[in-house]
């Protein structure tokens, strides 16, 4: 029984710090937007894209349903982390580098960083 549990051990201790590892606790949202300046034209175009291919699966307001939340990560991901996974997807979320123009990828990753802020204060 004892030399069981000595042999658990380090998967139970693993397992732990795995699990701290993927609960991700920052309260993201209260980061603000990036720093990045967009045209009001890029701003309305990624709203549109957003609204059309992201808000089912992350909310309308970026704060998460089936996918997780999106708003104020622009903090935790740089621009090039978030746009290489809106083109290639990973696990349940799906690429859009196909389906999705270079213009309307940038858009829309001027609106996840920006845009719901602004939305936000209206
Ligand atoms: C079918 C549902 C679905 C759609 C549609 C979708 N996503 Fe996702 N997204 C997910 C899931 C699920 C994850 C988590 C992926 C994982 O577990 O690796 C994710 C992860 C992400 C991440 C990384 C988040 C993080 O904190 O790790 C970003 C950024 C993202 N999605 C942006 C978008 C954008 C932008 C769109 C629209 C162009 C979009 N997603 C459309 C389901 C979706």
């Given at each position: 029984m004892r030399s069981t549990l000595f042999r658990l051990t380090p998967a139970l201790l693993a397992l732990a710090l795995c699990c701290a590892a993927c609960i991700d606790r920052t309260?993201?949202?209260?980061?603000?937007?990036?720093?990045e300046d967009y045209s009001q034209q890029v701003m309305a175009l990624g709203a549109d894209v957003y609204r059309d291919s992201c808000a089912a699966c992350h909310g309308s307001d970026g704060s998460?349903?089936?996918?997780?939340?999106?708003?104020?990560?622009g903090h935790k991901y740089s621009y090039e982390e978030q746009r290489r996974l809106i083109e290639r997807g990973r696990r349940s979320m799906p690429g859009f580098g196909a389906g999705l123009s270079e213009e309307e990828i940038e858009a829309v990753l001027a609106h996840i960083r920006v845009g719901f802020f602004a939305a936000r204060n209206n």
């Open positions: 309260d993201w949202a209260s980061k603000g937007p990036t720093e998460g349903s089936f996918g997780p939340a999106l708003i104020g990560k």
